[in-house]
């Protein structure tokens, strides 16, 4: 299961963990994936969709129609 979002497209950013004593191990930074089920009542479906939490928000803002419409635009099947 990869840690990319559908709709604004964040995924994992890498970098170093320093421990105490300073030595350096890479390490990932997640997004915080969620999958979420939304109705669809343009097409009388449900979608399932794997957001991160910025997105869900901005579901909430622009609406379902608007968000998919923005997911299939970057190339994304739904």
Request: hydrophobic letters at 35%; one cysteine or more; glycine letters at 8%.
């Amino acid at each position: 299961m990869s840690a990319h979002c559908m709709l604004t497209g964040a995924k994992p950013g890498f970098g170093n963990a320093i421990s105490h004593s300073h030595r350096r191990t890479s390490r990932r930074f997640d997004p915080n994936i969620q999958t979420k089920r939304y109705w669809l009542p343009g097409e009388g479906r449900y979608v399932r969709l794997r957001l991160s939490t910025k997105a869900i928000r901005t579901v909430d803002a622009i609406g379902v129609e608007a968000a998919v419409a923005r997911i299939r635009a970057r190339g994304v099947k739904v």
